[in-house]
């Protein structure tokens, strides 16, 4: 069974930093593309940055690009968001994301507040 499990989430001013993480299990992670979605009262969930496998080729929302960086760990079955620049924007539920055998699977998500 394919779990995902978020982490890192918390409160930070504008300006500021996170690192989120995604813990995979129940896949076998080095062969999936990996996705990071958010979502924020009102609005449809909104896919912010995605890493392909075997590649690591990269995509970014473009109001994250510059800003954002996805990474994975492919040893550690682990995929990254690291977040810089924290805008009162981005305040939302980080939710990770993989397709396998025409299913999606979602974590539980973690939630970022960008406040002053």
């Known amino acids: 069974q394919v779990q995902l499990v978020e982490s890192g989430g918390g409160l930070v001013q504008p300006g500021g930093s996170l690192i989120l993480s995604c813990a995979a299990s129940g896949l076998t992670f080095s062969r999936y593309d990996m996705n990071w979605y958010r979502q924020t009262p009102g609005k449809e969930r909104e896919l912010v940055a995605s890493?392909?496998?075997?590649?690591?080729?990269?995509d970014y929302a473009d109001s994250v690009k510059g800003r954002f960086t996805i990474s994975r760990d492919n040893a550690k079955n682990t995929v990254f968001l690291e977040m810089n620049k924290l805008k009162p924007d981005d305040t939302g539920v980080y939710y990770c994301?993989?397709?396998?055998?025409?299913?999606?699977?979602w974590g539980q998500g973690t939630q970022v507040t960008v406040s002053s």
């Open positions: 890493i392909s496998s075997p590649s690591s080729t990269t």
């Open positions: 994301n993989t397709h396998m055998g025409g299913s999606d699977y």
